[in-house]
């Protein structure tokens, strides 16, 4: 058979730069693990976390070296999210907000001298940075935010609330969506959204802890405050109006790490039922040995291969600087409803074990559910997988694309 004249090469082996972040993001996790899981119990952040993830370069992973970053790829990226999630989601969720939602958008849309100011520190790990959009009654319906920045001269005056945002409490940066056009605002116009950046300790602008939740518990989430918070009109991120594509392009590279993320949960899963099953025995044999558990365990290393995979197309279309909207949102969408089915099964594998925190499944199946929600609840996705297939979507040239890796 002829080769096409077109054809590429489809080459699965992780070149050494990727191997290195893989091994170094395994490291860092893996010396963690007894710190996360004590934090998951007493339900406390540990801000020594995000010191140790800067020392490691892991903050400024698929940041530009001339920017303070590593220079990485994207693929590295995903790697580093499946790593920190197989120990713990928090670990992961670090690496979501502060270089998929907030660094990697700034370096897209940006000005020189934004990027000088924000970006550097943030890739360096000198300065967290977190993202701003969900409010309490505005999660996937973004049009429905109510958070408002009303021009005043060489300012703008922000007024609103944000909820449910991870590192709220610990964030130094905040990327923040909110309408500049009030007109449009009652027309539900996306077109009068606009992007800012804001500090810690601007007048007006508060942040608490969210306290009580089912997963994540490792992690810090919270809300974000503004009471007439007065915004130079230098930290606009973009152009007026572009608020809103700039949070859709956010949410694709949030979306990105999730999935990426989502595998490493699943791996944690099957690893851990595996070891389980080969010790507990019923019946005078290793439950590994019963046909049920074995289908149980068979469906989590499947889902592995194929979540991979997924994640791994969306990354190499990131690494030509392509559109992966599509791609990305599967990626999402499956990857989370099989670590949710994974973490559920590993807790049926382990039985009343798994509603123990001696093992750590009883955290996994709390942690996996959240995905199901953030980043696009599981029902947008779907909604979003049948427009592609039925042809009522098809995906637009936008302004600013991913930089290919250096």
């Avoid at 670990?91 to 924000?118: A, D, F, I």
């Avoid at 009303?150 to 610990?170: H, P, Q």
């Avoid at 964030?171 to 605002?185: G, Q």
């Avoid at 074990?353 to 199901?372: I, L, P």
Wanted: glycine fraction near 10%.
């Amino acid at each position: 058979m002829n080769e096409h004249p077109e054809a590429k090469t489809v080459d699965f082996n992780l070149t050494e730069d990727q191997l290195m972040v893989q091994s170094l993001a395994r490291e860092f996790a893996s010396r963690q693990a007894a710190t996360v899981k004590q934090c998951d119990e007493t339900a406390c952040f540990n801000r020594d976390l995000l010191t140790g993830m800067a020392e490691s370069g892991l903050l400024g992973l698929s940041i530009p070296s001339r920017y303070g970053g590593t220079g990485n790829d994207y693929i590295s990226l995903g790697l580093a999210c499946e790593e920190l999630e197989y120990v713990d989601t928090a670990l992961r969720v670090v690496m979501s907000v502060h270089v998929g939602l907030n660094s990697l958008t700034l370096l897209s849309w940006g000005t020189e001298e934004q990027k000088q100011r924000w970006l550097v520190p943030q890739a360096k790990g000198e300065k967290v940075a977190t993202y701003g959009l969900t409010e309490p009654a505005a999660g996937s319906d973004a049009l429905g935010i109510q958070t408002v920045a009303r021009r005043n001269g060489s300012e703008y005056v922000l007024s609103g609330e944000k909820m449910w945002i991870s590192l709220a409490d610990v964030a130094d940066h905040f990327l923040v969506i909110a309408w500049t056009d009030l007109e449009k605002k009652k027309r539900r116009d996306h077109t009068g959204m606009s992007a800012f950046l804001l500090e810690r300790g601007m007048k007006g602008m508060t942040t608490t802890t969210i306290h009580g939740k089912l997963g994540v518990r490792a992690g810090n989430t919270g809300s974000v405050s503004f009471d007439d918070v007065r915004v130079p009109a230098a930290n606009l991120l973009g152009h007026e109006g572009e608020g809103f594509r700039i949070a859709m392009f956010a949410i694709d590279q949030g979306r990105y790490t999730v999935a990426a993320g989502s595998t490493g949960l699943i791996r944690a899963c099957l690893d851990a039922s595996v070891e389980y099953a080969q010790i507990r025995t019923t019946f005078g044999k290793p439950i590994a040995e019963h046909q049920l558990i074995k289908e149980m365990i068979a469906e989590m290393a499947s889902d592995y291969e194929a979540c991979r995979l997924l994640w791994l197309k969306a990354g190499w279309l990131k690494n030509e600087g392509k559109r992966n909207t599509r791609e990305t949102s599967l990626a999402k969408f499956y990857g989370c409803a099989a670590a949710e089915r994974a973490a559920s099964n590993a807790v049926q594998v382990h039985g009343a074990y798994g509603f123990s925190s001696e093992y750590n499944v009883e955290r996994f199946y709390r942690n996996a559910k959240g995905a199901q929600i953030y980043e696009g609840s599981r029902e947008i996705h779907k909604l979003l997988q049948a427009d592609y297939a039925l042809g009522l979507r098809t995906d637009k040239p936008i302004r600013v694309t991913l930089p290919r890796p250096e």
